[in-house]
């Protein structure tokens, strides 16, 4: 699948929440989805995104990192300059706060995601 489109990697852990692909599709971008931080790694290397959308899934059981999403963030430094989408629980607040301390984030948008707040984070992205 090669297009001159710019590349959007949805990584999808749990989900829970609408496929937005119609929407990041409406917004000029490929589309490519992983249901897993391990298949996003792999899929980063191929694609080189410009957008990924992932979730901050809290993992207490961690005892260096608070997500997945510190490896897959990690894994993108020195193959691509991306911009970076995340949604994450209210009640992991905290818990996001101290990530944000490590990591560089483009847009955080709290579940439950409504589409007219997403498109205006593309939208924001893009400029």
Same mark, same amino acid.
């Given at each position: 699948m090669t297009t001159d489109k710019a590349v959007l990697?949805?990584?999808?852990?749990i989900g829970g929440y609408p496929d937005f692909s119609a929407l990041y599709q409406s917004c000029?971008?490929?589309?490519i989805t992983a249901g897993s931080i391990r298949k996003a790694v792999k899929l980063i290397r191929q694609h080189k995104p410009q957008v990924m959308v992932a979730e901050f899934n809290f993992q207490s059981d961690f005892? $260096?990192?608070t997500s997945s999403l510190e490896t897959l963030l990690s894994s993108t430094q020195g193959v691509t300059d991306t911009r970076v989408i995340v949604f994450y629980e209210k009640e992991f607040e905290p818990?996001?706060?101290r990530f944000l301390q490590n990591f560089e984030v483009s847009a955080s948008l709290v579940f439950p995601v409504m589409k007219d707040e997403l498109l205006h984070a593309?939208? $924001?992205i893009s400029r």
């Amino acid at each position: 699948m090669t297009t001159d489109k710019a590349v959007l990697l949805s990584i999808v852990e749990i989900g829970g929440y609408p496929d937005f692909s119609a929407l990041y599709q409406s917004c000029g971008y490929q589309v490519i989805t992983a249901g897993s931080i391990r298949k996003a790694v792999k899929l980063i290397r191929q694609h080189k995104p410009q957008v990924m959308v992932a979730e901050f899934n809290f993992q207490s059981d961690f005892r $260096d990192r608070t997500s997945s999403l510190e490896t897959l963030l990690s894994s993108t430094q020195g193959v691509t300059d991306t911009r970076v989408i995340v949604f994450y629980e209210k009640e992991f607040e905290p818990q996001y706060q101290r990530f944000l301390q490590n990591f560089e984030v483009s847009a955080s948008l709290v579940f439950p995601v409504m589409k007219d707040e997403l498109l205006h984070a593309l939208q $924001d992205i893009s400029r």
